[in-house]
């Protein structure tokens, strides 16, 4: 984009900023304009934001768009890097066109035989409450940026890969399809219920999916952002795989102190640490034998994970 071409704002060149003085403002992004792709070299708080069709925005590493009011998204917000969209409304999706959001997530995991657990930050189309991971989960080996065309993962299933692991060496990546599972009021290991890439999975809730064996492997999510206020009820005495539904981070002491009704004020992160990367057995392709450590967040610091555990003997 031309940063020279920037109209009305607060910050450097015109652009949009984090200054008060935006903070009412509408960001319209216009291909008619000379802001054919706009990009945000500086975080910007205005009061809504409206991408018009065949035009982008881009959001640079490290910076953010936070608005209050609506997103009528008519064109595409490429997030790049660490890069965030946040809605801060409460109310119900404030979220209009058929426009898509692009956000990368990126695996760490070397094991082929290990699972990541993911959730979607997204959904395939507007006024969706479910998302299929075909859908909406795509090869990001070539990191979102201004021109990054993300490609669709190959999935495999029992009759193609008869090993069921992942592959980072073809193009583009491919997934067997078989260890995408979600787990939602469970009690039992027989409570996971296998969803692939086309089984439909409630905004909100989270899946497993085991690594290529690449670190780290990047994905793109390419769809209608989720906002507002999304609600889930998880019945006493089980257990459910769920994660963070929105395109941005959250605020770790927060969410202690929203919920110190309910937690004992410490959050816990398995790492898995010292396994081999080409083992199944030994190190635990099923329930047994993971090796690794718990990191700890509290409303004052975080522990590292340096204490490696046998199981889950470290919680």
């Known amino acids: 984009g031309n940063s020279n071409a920037w109209s009305g704002g607060a910050g450097a060149n015109n652009a949009p900023s984090a200054l008060a003085a935006d903070a009412a403002k509408v960001l319209v992004i216009d291909a008619e304009t000379s802001l054919t792709n706009a990009t945000l070299t500086s975080s910007a708080e205005v009061g809504c934001l409206w991408v018009k069709s065949n035009s982008v925005l881009v959001v640079n590493n ?60 997204v959904v395939n189309a507007l006024g969706n409450t479910t998302y299929k991971v075909g859908d909406v989960m795509k090869d990001g080996t070539q990191p979102t940026a201004e021109r990054s065309v993300p490609k669709n993962i190959t999935f495999k299933n029992y009759a193609q890969v008869s090993d069921l692991n992942g592959d980072y060496t073809t193009d583009p990546i491919s997934i067997a399809n078989y260890w995408i599972f979600g787990y939602f009021n469970g009690t039992t290991r027989d409570d996971w219920t296998q969803k692939k890439e086309s089984g439909a999975i409630n905004i909100g809730e989270g899946y497993t999916m085991k690594s290529t064996g690449k670190v780290p492997q990047n994905y793109t999510f390419v769809g209608t952002p989720n906002d507002g206020t999304i609600t889930k009820t998880v019945s006493a005495g089980t257990t459910s795989l769920i994660g963070n539904p929105y395109p941005s981070t959250l605020n770790a002491s927060k969410f202690i ?47 590292a994970a340096n204490s490696v555990t046998a199981g889950t003997a470290g919680i």
């Open 62 to 121: 490290n910076t953010y768009i936070s608005f209050p009011g609506k997103l009528i998204l008519d064109g595409e917000i490429k997030l790049v890097g660490s890069a965030q969209l946040i809605q801060t409304h409460d109310s119900p999706s404030n979220v209009e066109g058929n426009g898509k959001l692009y956000v990368d997530q990126k695996s760490y995991l070397p094991n082929v035989y290990r699972y990541n657990y993911w959730s979607s930050p």
């Open 257 to 303: 102190t929203d919920n110190s009704n309910s937690l004992d004020g410490t959050l816990y992160f398995w790492e898995h640490k010292g396994e081999s990367t080409t083992t199944s057995q030994v190190e635990g392709h099923g329930e047994f034998g993971y090796i690794g450590g718990y990191s700890q967040r509290n409303i004052a610091m975080g522990v």
